[in-house]
C-alpha cells in the first residue's frame, strides 16, 4: 500500500523556520516528480514546490522562492521542506503529492494537483506576528 505520511508542521512565530518531512512506503520514487502544497480554508489548493526525484531539479512558486527549499533523500524515501523566514501569509495545511508514473515534473504543469496521483494527509503550519 502506497503511502505518504508527513509530518513537521506547527505553530511559528513570523521570522521562524520549519523542516517538514514526507515519508513515502509502499514505492520507491527514485524517479518521479514529487512536490509540495498548501490550502487555506475556502482557498485551492496551491503548489508550491516539486522535484524531480532523478536529477533534484526543482520548481517553486514565486511566493516562496529564495524562502523555502524542497529537497528529497531518496536512501530514505523522503521529501522535505525547509521553510525559513515565515510569514503569517504562509500559514495553511501543507500536502506531499507523488506522481508515480515515470516522467519529469513539467513547466507547464508542476503546479496541477490533478497530476499527482498519490496525497499526504496534510500538515497544518501556523504562523503568528
Known amino acids: 500500500q502506497v503511502q505518504l505520511v508527513e509530518s513537521g508542521g506547527g505553530s511559528v512565530l513570523a521570522g521562524g523556520s520549519l523542516r517538514l518531512s514526507c515519508a513515502a512506503s509502499?514505492?520507491?520514487?527514485?524517479?518521479?516528480?514529487m512536490a509540495w502544497f498548501r490550502q487555506t480554508p475556502g482557498k485551492e489548493r496551491e503548489g508550491i514546490a516539486s522535484?524531480?526525484?532523478?536529477?533534484?531539479?526543482?520548481y517553486y512558486t514565486g511566493s516562496v522562492k529564495g524562502r523555502f527549499t524542497i529537497s528529497r533523500d531518496n536512501d530514505k524515501n523522503t521529501l522535505y521542506l525547509q521553510m525559513n523566514s515565515l510569514t503569517p501569509e504562509d500559514t495553511a495545511m501543507y500536502y506531499c503529492?507523488?506522481?508515480?508514473?515515470?516522467?519529469?515534473?513539467?513547466?507547464?504543469?508542476?503546479?496541477?494537483?490533478?497530476?499527482?496521483?498519490?496525497w499526504g494527509q496534510g500538515t497544518q503550519v501556523t504562523v503568528s506576528s
Open positions: 509502499g514505492y520507491t520514487y527514485s524517479s518521479n516528480c
Open positions: 503529492a507523488a506522481d508515480s508514473r515515470y516522467r519529469v515534473c513539467g513547466a507547464s504543469d508542476w503546479y496541477a494537483p490533478l497530476r499527482y496521483n498519490y
Open positions: 522535484i524531480y526525484t532523478a536529477t533534484g531539479y526543482t
